[in-house]
């Protein structure tokens, strides 16, 4: 069972409960990242549906043809029972809200750690949130704690990435 309290999300399992911090997004006094300033907290986001052409589109540019994202009769074999999304397609989204919101354009990814907890299954919509959870003002760099949830408020992927940020978006 799953759900939304404040800043957290609860994962109800059998008779024990645990709670993972998914963003201060769903925390209603805070707002989204707009540029300026970036501090512990800061945050943003970007929703995707993940079509059936975004897959193909991703298979052709990557070269992932595996056939569980590409061919249902075999797909339907498979645990999951149909295709799913690439995993790094899912994962590309945090990569948008990096490059075109938080830090935003001019930053480098440094490094990037993803773990998919649940299939993305076509038509899917992907929130991808990013949270700034600490900051190295010497090294020009801040890390962030990265989650994706489909439609249904679950979390398909969790991670952490470092980025290197533009000079003017710190306190020095």
């Keep these: 069972m799953l759900s939304r309290c404040g800043k957290y999300i609860k994962y109800t399992k059998s008779k024990q409960s645990s709670f993972r911090c998914v963003s201060t997004l769903h925390n209603s006094h805070k707002q989204e990242y707009s540029g300026g300033i970036i501090e512990v907290g800061s945050f943003s ?3 995707k549906m ?25 797909a339907k074999t498979t645990r999951f029972k149909t295709r799913i999304a690439h995993g790094f397609l899912t994962g590309s989204l945090i990569s948008t809200v990096a490059a075109s919101k938080l830090p935003g354009p001019g930053s480098i990814y440094i490094s990037q750690t993803m773990n998919f907890k649940k299939p993305v299954y ?20 801040v890390s962030f704690k990265t989650d994706c949830l489909n439609q249904h408020g679950e979390v398909v992927l969790e991670g952490s990435a470092e980025v290197l940020v533009r000079k003017d978006q710190l306190k020095l």
């Design 122 to 141: 076509i038509n899917d919509q992907i929130t991808a949130y990013v949270e700034a959870v600490s900051i190295n003002n010497r090294k020009r760099t």
């Design 50 to 74: 993940i079509t059936e052409h975004e897959i193909l589109l991703f298979a052709e540019a990557s070269g992932d043809h595996n056939p569980l994202h590409l061919d249902e009769a075999y």
């Design 45 to 47: 986001s970007f929703t």
